[in-house]
């Protein structure tokens, strides 16, 4: 991993905006340099779980990328990052990602880093998960993609959907070795 690297961020239209808000929060505050970019899918649920566009996430990124713009820096292996993540992923993101599929600028960067064998990691969201999500999923697990499903424990008294989901943020910036405090993990202090 390239720490010295900017990290991209993918959000896709699954459930859970607020995850990728709580976690481009604190990659900002840790100084980490993030490259966005956001589906049209995950533009609209943007809007409806967090009342965001897109242009608020700005002051928390370095540059976002429109997903139509497949020229962009993100789209060749030769740009180098940190890693990537997907947060939240949608199945149909995670199928495109599963079989190579790279016709917007989100999948295509995904795909540079399988290519590439650089970290990446999905978030993804669906109940219940179809077989075909289920084989996707498993592809990419053997691929060496980490799989962080955005199931939230029961045990560490989390009690609000914006404390799960900045727990969710906290697993996710652990995956890049960033420093945070989103979360207290289990009997931490004892
Ligand atoms: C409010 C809302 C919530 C959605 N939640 C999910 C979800 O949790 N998981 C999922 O796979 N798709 C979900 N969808 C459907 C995806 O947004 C849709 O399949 C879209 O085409 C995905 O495109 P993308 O992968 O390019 O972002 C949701 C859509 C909306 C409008």
């Not at 340099?33 to 700005?58: I, M, N, P, Q, T």
């Not at 713009?69 to 890693?83: H, Q, W, Y």
């Not at 190579?100 to 978030?123: F, I």
């Not at 199931?151 to 890049?176: C, H, M, N, T, V």
Request: aromatic content about 4%; charged content about 20%.
């Amino acid at each position: 991993m390239n720490a010295d690297a900017p990290l991209v961020i993918g959000i896709s239209g699954a459930s859970g905006a607020p995850i990728a808000v709580a976690a481009l929060r604190a990659l900002h505050a840790a100084k980490v340099s993030v490259l966005l970019v956001v589906s049209r899918g995950g533009e609209a649920v943007l809007k409806e779980e967090a009342g965001l566009g897109v242009s608020d996430l700005a002051p928390y990124v370095t540059a976002t990328y429109d997903p139509s713009d497949i020229a962009a820096p993100i789209a060749s292996g030769s740009r180098p990052t940190r890693g990537m993540a997907i947060v939240p992923c949608s199945s149909n993101t995670v199928a495109q990602v599963a079989l190579g599929l790279g016709d917007n600028l989100l999948t295509r960067a995904a795909h540079v880093h399988l290519k590439e064998r650089r970290t990446l990691v999905l978030v993804p969201r669906e109940t219940p998960l179809s077989t075909l999500d289920l084989r996707h999923l498993a592809t990419l697990s053997e691929l060496g993609v980490v799989v962080l499903d955005a199931a939230p424990p029961y045990y560490l008294g989390i009690e609000r959907l914006s404390e799960a989901a900045e727990y969710l943020a906290g697993k996710l910036l652990d995956q890049f070795g960033v420093p945070h405090r989103l979360y207290r993990g289990w009997k931490e202090g004892t």
